[in-house]
């Protein structure tokens, strides 16, 4: 019986893993996604482009960085929790 217990937390830790990578993929495209539209903004504001420093060109910033806010969230909080766990399995498997 234990060495399927060993096998599943190994399985358990392996798709945790990928759910961690998952995590801080979420939060490294929601922060380069915001950065990329931040500078697409700035050059057009350079180049003249009048409606790029309109009052909804500015609504819009502000709108993409809130759900960019919260996409990295999710993101890092499943992070964490992938962590956690993968923390309490391998603490257990230490212990038999």
């Known amino acids: 019986m234990s060495k399927k217990k060993g096998k ?16 801080l993929i979420k939060v490294i495209a929601a922060i380069a996604g915001l950065t990329a539209l931040i ?4 050059n057009l504001m350079m ?12 609504l819009g910033i502000f709108l ?11 993101g890092s909080r499943d992070w964490r929790r992938a962590g956690q766990k993968i923390d309490q399995l391998q603490g ?5």
């Open 47 to 58: 180049a003249g482009v009048e409606w790029a420093s309109s009052e909804p060109a500015n």
């Open 8 to 23: 599943n937390a190994q399985q358990q830790i392996a798709e945790l893993r990928v759910k961690r990578r998952a995590g």
């Open 64 to 74: 993409a960085a809130v759900v960019a806010a919260g996409f990295a969230g999710y």
């Open 39 to 42: 500078i697409v903004k700035q």
């Open 92 to 96: 257990s498997q230490g212990k038999r």
